[in-house]
């Protein structure tokens, strides 16, 4: 059985677990990128330091075949006007779809209270490559209105059960860990309950939508296990 946490800040992944671990260019750059079977990583900007210097980074760093997703960025309106201008947030994840586009590479999305912008976004600049809003917390209307548009929707805890269902109907359901101090076999766990499906269905579905429908045969992320 497969376990694959689409977005952790965890660096101790467990054997036999495929993470993306979030880069924070805050913290740490790319030498501390460690090749261990089932690691990979996604780098970006987060909309909490909406710092365009950090660009040429977040560059240098998605060109790296362990570099499988651009983000996490997007857009925060909680923050927005207290840490961040949100214009600037604007920008900057505008540059991170034109990356993400250019390496072909899946975004992974923070979005808080912006989702009406996000979706404005997508349909004005039809990006080829998957969108994943990482954490989703939202209620089943607005998963409904993001899985219309043909995002992917990753969970974690605490999380709408009626939006996780949305999800899990539409085949555009992911999990993750975040920042959590759950492990990603006891999300799975509490997601497959409420599924009411059992946690294998759920390994192998999860599995099958990331390789082939979000990372695509080129990053075969369930290689090797």
């Known amino acids: 059985m497969t376990y694959i946490d689409v977005h952790t800040h965890n ?31 996604s780098a970006g900007v987060h909309p909490w330091h909406p710092d365009v210097r950090m660009m040429p980074t977040v560059r240098a760093l998605a060109a790296m075949p362990e570099i499988i997703a651009i983000g996490e960025t997007g857009l925060d309106k909680l923050t927005a006007g207290k ?23 899946p975004m992974i999305i923070h979005c808080v209270k912006s989702h009406n912008e996000i979706i404005s976004i997508h349909r004005e600049l039809k990006p080829k490559m998957p969108w994943i809003i990482h ?7 607005i998963a409904k209105e993001l899985l219309y548009e043909g995002f ?13 269902l949305s999800a ?14 759950l492990s990603i076999d006891k999300v799975y766990e509490l997601i497959a309950t409420d599924l009411q499906v ?4 759920l390994s192998q579905e999860i ?4 390789q082939n429908s979000v990372f695509g045969q080129r990053y075969p992320i369930t290689k090797g296990m």
């Open 135 to 141: 954490g989703f917390r939202g209620n089943q209307q």
């Open 152 to 164: 992917y929707l990753s969970f974690s805890i605490p999380y709408n059960k009626y939006a996780l």
């Open 207 to 210: 599995a099958v939508h990331q």
């Open 11 to 41: 660096k101790n992944i467990p054997v036999g677990t495929f993470a993306i671990v979030s880069i924070d260019l805050t913290l740490r750059l790319s030498h501390d990128i460690s090749y261990a079977k089932g690691v990979f990583y």
């Open 168 to 181: 899990w109907r539409n085949d555009r359901l992911l999990i993750e860990t975040d920042d959590k101090p």
């Open 198 to 201: 059992s946690v294998e269905i």
């Open 83 to 105: 840490y961040s201008d949100f214009t600037r947030q604007r920008t900057l994840f505008i540059e991170h779809i034109h990356l993400s586009e250019e390496v072909a590479k």
